[in-house]
C-alpha cells in the first residue's frame, strides 16, 4: 500500500465519508483551495490506479468507490508515523500527546482501563 498525498488522503477522506460519490459531488465537499474539475478527476484515476479506489460506469461518468478502507490505510500509517516519530514506541507517542497537553488523565485512564480489560475492546 503506498502512501498518499495530502490531496489523496483529502480525497479518500470525503469518499469514506460519502461511501461513493461522482467527481462533482467529491468537488463540492472540498471546501480550501477547491482543484478544477478535470484535475480532481485526474487525482481521482490515480486513486484507482493505485488500488485505493473503484468505479461503476453509467455512460460516460463514473461513481467512484474506495476499496481500501480508512481502518486498514490508518493502521498502516500510524506504525510508519510512530516508527519515525516516536522511536517506534507507543509510550513516547502517549508521552509527546501528554507534554503538549492534548490528552487528558480521564482520556489516559480510559487507554488504561482498555489496555487492562481487553474483552471489551470493540
Known sequence: MQKLTNKEEEIMHILWKLKKA???????????????????????????????VAHNAFG??????????????????MKTAIDNYFNSSYKNMVSFFAKEEKISADELREILEMIENPKDKK
Do not use: C, M, W
Open 60 to 77: 460516460n461518468t463514473h461513481q467512484y468507490y474506495p476499496i481500501v478502507t480508512l481502518e486498514a490505510y490508518s493502521k498502516k500509517y
Open 22 to 52: 461522482f467527481v462533482k459531488e467529491i468537488q463540492a465537499e472540498i471546501t480550501e483551495d477547491q482543484p478544477h474539475y478535470n484535475t480532481l478527476s485526474t487525482i481521482v484515476r490515480n486513486l484507482e490506479e493505485k488500488g485505493f
